[in-house]
């Protein structure tokens, strides 16, 4: 590799890679939504880092920041645009406070791993760089829905579906 490239790749930052990511491909306005969220907040919380300078530590503190994060609800006044470190210590001190959901941190960690993955697969990184967001997820929350019942006990949808008349 020429020494420029090696300088190019080594300083690609996480928000070029997504301009790359973006380009790279057509993309559901939905999913550019939510991975330029979760690059954004990560972004607010450690800088706009050269892919290949994110480690396993940073991961962790996004994790661990997006756990204090209050949901959408609680979100008035300062909160509606604070950033994710102000968010973070609100939710620190409202430990009560009702947080994001399981599923959402997820999201949030798999759209900057997603980026950062496709860097590393267009060699925007080098070879050695090891994933941070591997194994970063947290369980899923469970829903509050009630169970779909195939038997009919709850309300028979299958029944009503094949009694319909076409």
């Known amino acids: 590799m020429a020494p420029a490239l090696v300088m190019t790749v080594a300083a690609e930052t996480l928000r070029a890679a997504l301009d790359g990511w973006k380009r790279d491909r057509s993309r559901s306005p939905r999913t550019l939504t939510e991975y330029e969220h979760a690059i954004k907040r990560f972004v607010e919380l450690h800088g706009d880092l050269p892919v290949a300078q994110i480690r396993k530590s940073h991961a962790r503190q996004f994790q661990e920041a997006l756990r204090n994060v209050p949901i959408k609800s ?11 470190p102000e ?12 947080k994001i959901r399981g599923s959402t941190l997820n999201k949030l960690i798999g759209g ?22 591997a194994d970063m997820r947290v369980g899923e929350d469970e829903s509050d829905r009630a169970p779909f019942d195939t038997q009919g006990t709850t309300g028979d949808l299958w029944g009503a579906l094949s009694s319909a008349t076409v």
């Open 112 to 133: 900057v791993q997603s980026v950062c993955r496709w860097a590393r697969k267009k060699g925007l990184v080098p070879d050695d760089w090891a994933d941070p967001f």
């Open 87 to 98: 968010l973070a210590q609100w939710g620190q001190e409202h430990p009560d406070a009702q």
């Open 74 to 84: 609680l979100r008035s006044g300062k909160l509606v645009n604070a950033s994710l």
